[in-house]
């Protein structure tokens, strides 16, 4: 069964939580999440079989002495380490019965742990002892019937000295005994299937097997409550359903139990404050197991609350659909779009950069509107942009590999203002985005500059300005590459951050990752250090750029009739995450970017914390000159923000972000103040990492560990969005000599 989501803005379902329906009242005063229509979003649990300890899945299991989640990425598979002297697991079994337990597992230090000792304890009972082997091992044993429980059970690792051999420490402090846990199988001879929960009938009940339990991951409203229409039970054994909610940090609690057939069943979920919750429905037998069609039948079940939280009534008055001032006039209003390729908002004076590498940008958003919380939709330039001028995610747009081009059908931000009467032109420097890849859509004229600075840049810009059309409005996107490897600033830029008292090294690019990792780290440290140099002065430079074009507006009284967009499309990394340049991960040196919005009559001074994104660009340019924002757009408008002068976080909106270039990819959403990231490969999660953006602005705390629910919420959401599927279908671009040459010069091409 799928869930139908026509009715509803994929974002504004995001933000609700997955929202599947609407209640008896109107959307304005009732939230409602449908239990059973958003049944494929929720997770079953019966029987443990199976436990792949490396997964986000897994980390209900784990109870203490793990490691938060690692990729092997030699191997090419994530796991855990059992980091203190005995790590302990949670498993199920519905029917007691002897049992097969094949621990996967290796030494995470082989030469000096070989010869130690694993002791393998169920319930506290000693079932095995391991002498550790150096390689991979799957450590087998038989437990008997007798030890095992009917519910709950514990499968505890301890690790201690081997006779006669000492202990060591390794040099980052850790634990010699640390052991590498891939996985635990857990079998019985001539094993049934367990019975599973599922939905039966019409599709409008749900059957949970007894010791069977349902999870749902919900960002739950003030005030919610959960309908049951009806609550019946059925099979050889009694029982009850048991309502449960847990939230990171805090114990689990039970709301309400159902002990008897009922029928318009209420329980009320205390809070205030809306919250990440997991909801549990849980079908406990009051003795041993029946059959599979034995447990707890659930129909209409509905969580409801009033009065929906900022958040949910942003995302529904702020759609894409209605989203246009038609009272606004197109004539006599411009609109200029300047990209600064590769600019990181952290080296910026107005985000709080300490070098003054952009004087003249930061007095030019002291009047305009700055965005605090602008997230990237790629950490690379062609699907980035292709997110700013069709307001899509980038699976939506399907311009994500190195040769993609944008699809024909794609409309486009310059299409639709070319159709609404506005002249539209492009000049530009990254061949990411020159025609050759379908960027070219909509413009009367691009200019794909070859080769040059932001200098040149402006005398192109000077030349069309000189030459268009005056009596049409415009719509003019400039693209400056300078803060892009190599780093090559000016000399007078080039020596600018350069320590007077020291010898610059003699590089201008990344050294190579073979060459970074025979550095040690003082070699990695001075090499950043020297990059960073180079790359604040190619910003600098780019800073007097836009000083020069300004003044070309100023000259021709441009800039009051002109609304001025400047943004980045992505960052670039100094190996904050292991790597050089960008396009590799989606960690906030590449994804936070500048965003600086000056409205000609509104939002001078203002500073917006909202989370706001790359698609929101085109419906903003659109809402301000009073055309209709087309329904496919994703994006929403930034004007509400600005009108309202909104500097708080509330009806924070999500922003999605996505990687595909190297064959793993990369996806991240960011809630207000979480950020969640994960890799995958294939349909597997191969490494995950939650993250605290209000305490660290540079990704650099994974607290998966202590926030699993949370985590587990946002990976839905990220499967919501992902489940979508693409709406346009890229080509192949077909590249001539000089353009594979230079995108491998860039390396964007192997």
């Not at 090419?76 to 498993?91: G, M, P, T």
């Not at 930061?362 to 009047?367: I, K, L, S």
């Amino acid at each position: 069964m799928m869930i139908d989501r026509r009715s509803f803005s994929p974002l504004a379902a995001v933000v609700l939580g997955m929202l599947a329906g609407c209640g008896s009242r109107s959307a304005e005063e009732t939230f409602q999440f449908d239990l059973i229509a958003g049944f494929p979003l929720a997770e079953t649990w019966s029987e443990t079989r199976h436990i792949d300890l490396g997964t986000l899945r897994s980390q209900q299991h784990l109870e203490s002495g793990w490691s938060d989640i690692r990729w092997d990425k030699n191997r090419k598979v994530n796991y855990v380490l059992a980091d203190d002297e005995e790590a302990v697991l949670r498993f199920t079994i519905l029917r007691p019965r002897t049992l097969i337990f094949k621990a996967f597992g290796r030494p995470r230090a082989p030469e000096l742990v070989t010869g130690h000792v694993v002791e393998a304890r169920v319930n506290g009972n000693l079932v095995a002892e391991w002498v550790v082997q150096p390689n991979n091992k799957r450590y087998r044993v038989r437990v008997p019937e007798g030890l095992i429980l009917s519910g709950e059970n514990e499968f505890s690792l301890r690790f201690r000295p081997g006779d006669g051999i000492e202990l060591e420490t390794v040099s980052d402090g850790g634990p010699r005994q640390s052991m590498i846990w891939f996985s635990l199988d857990i079998e019985g001879p001539k094993d049934e299937e367990p019975p599973t929960v599922q939905v039966i009938g019409e599709g409008d009940s749900i059957l949970i097997p007894w010791g069977t339990r349902l999870e749902y991951y919900l960002r739950l409203p003030p005030e919610s409550r959960l309908e049951l229409e009806q609550v019946k039970f059925v099979g050889n054994s009694a029982g009850s359903l048991e309502v449960e909610l847990k939230e990171d940090g805090v114990e689990a609690e039970r709301m309400g139990n159902v002990d008897s057939p009922a029928e318009n069943v209420e329980i009320r979920f205390p809070g205030d404050n809306e919250r990440v919750v997991r909801l549990t429905l849980r079908a406990v037998p009051r003795q041993a197991v029946g059959s599979a069609r034995s447990g707890a039948i659930v129909s209409g079940a509905v969580i409801r609350a009033p009065n929906p939280s900022k958040a949910v009534q942003a995302a529904r008055s702020s759609s894409a659909a209605d989203r246009s001032r038609s009272s606004r006039r197109i004539e006599d209003r411009n609109v200029l779009l300047y990209v600064v390729d590769t600019l990181r908002a952290d080296h910026m004076g107005m985000y709080g950069y300490p070098r003054p590498v952009t004087p003249n940008l930061d007095r030019f958003a002291a009047g305009a509107t700055i965005f605090d919380n602008a997230v990237a939709q790629s950490s690379w330039t062609r699907a980035s942009m292709a997110s700013v001028f069709t307001g899509l995610w980038p699976v939506r747009h399907d311009t994500n590999g190195r040769k993609d081009k944008l699809a024909s059908e794609a409309l486009t931000l310059a299409e639709v203002l070319n159709e609404a009467g506005m002249e539209t032109a492009a000049v530009a420097r990254n061949w990411n985005i020159f025609p050759t890849f379908g960027f070219a859509q909509g413009f009367d004229e691009f200019r794909a500059l070859q080769r040059g600075q932001s200098k040149q840049i402006n005398e192109s810009v000077q030349y069309w300005l000189q030459y268009r059309d005056p009596s049409k409005p415009f719509f003019l996107y400039v693209h400056t590459v300078d803060p892009h490897g190599p780093y090559r600033p000016p000399e007078k830029f080039k020596q600018m951050f350069m320590p007077p008292d020291e010898t610059p090294l003699d590089l201008d690019k990344h050294p190579g990752f073979k060459r970074t990792k025979a550095m040690s780290e003082e070699e990695k440290r001075q090499v950043a250090e020297h990059l960073i140099n180079l790359y604040d002065g190619e910003i600098a430079f780019n800073d007097s750029m836009f000083a020069e074009l300004l003044e070309m507006f100023e000259s021709r009284n441009l800039v009051e009739d002109t609304l001025i967009v400047i943004l980045s499309d992505h960052g670039e990394e100094f190996l904050e995450h292991g790597t050089w340049e960008h396009g590799k991960n989606l960690f906030a040196e590449n994804l936070n970017v500048p965003l600086i919005i000056r409205f000609p009559e509104a939002g001078h001074g203002v500073r917006v914390q909202q989370v706001v994104q790359h698609i929101d660009i085109m419906p903003t340019i659109l809402d301000w000159l009073g055309i209709p924002i087309p329904d496919v757009v994703e994006g929403r408008s930034l004007l509400d923000l600005i009108d309202d002068g909104h500097t708080g976080t509330e009806g924070s909106r999500l922003a999605f972000s996505y990687l595909e270039l190297d064959g793993l990819p990369t996806r991240s959403v960011v809630d207000g103040d979480w950020k969640f990231v994960e890799r995958l490969r294939g349909d597997s999660e191969i490494w995950s990492g939650l993250f605290n953006r209000k305490a660290d602005r540079g990704d650099e705390a994974n607290v998966i560990g202590s926030n699993s629910i949370r985590a587990r919420y946002m990976s839905i959401l990220l499967d919501v969005r992902v489940q979508e599927g693409n709406l346009l279908t890229t080509s192949e671009a077909v590249l001539d000599a000089t353009t594979e040459s230079a995108l491998r010069a860039l390396g964007y091409l192997q």
